[in-house]
């Protein structure tokens, strides 16, 4: 990210994304346009999303569906589902396998996705 910050050029930032993309295929030029933009305006911690608290989510009982990416560099799927699994009852995992942070959804995902809303 240094050598982007420095220099600008697309080649250094596409580094950057391939860590979380996994894939070259997965960079098109709408998510390099995105991360230019973000590398001007946006401030990124890492971390463990914090909003929800065990306690805020006492008594919640919808189905809820967490997916995550094998290889989320920013937001570790080990450690998402185990503090989702502490917190939410009726909960239904699914784990991209093979995809970083920046992820492609394949139609037998978005197929999950609908019949977990319709039912």
Do not use: C
């Not at 967490?66 to 989702?84: G, H, Q, R, T």
């Amino acid at each position: 990210m240094i050598l982007y910050a420095i220099t600008r050029k697309d080649k250094y930032l596409r580094k950057v994304i391939l860590a979380m993309a996994i894939e070259k295929k997965n960079i098109d030029e709408a998510t390099l346009e995105m991360f230019k933009y973000a590398s001007k305006h946006v401030t990124a911690k890492v971390a463990i999303s914090s909003i929800a608290k065990a306690e805020d989510l006492q008594g919640f009982t919808a189905p809820t569906l967490i997916i995550v990416s094998e290889y989320n560099n920013m937001f570790p799927s080990n450690e998402i589902l185990a503090k989702a699994e502490k917190m939410i009852s009726n909960l239904k995992t699914h784990v991209l396998k093979g995809q970083g942070h920046k992820f492609v959804l394949s139609d037998g995902v978005i197929t999950m996705i609908k019949e977990f809303i319709e039912n």
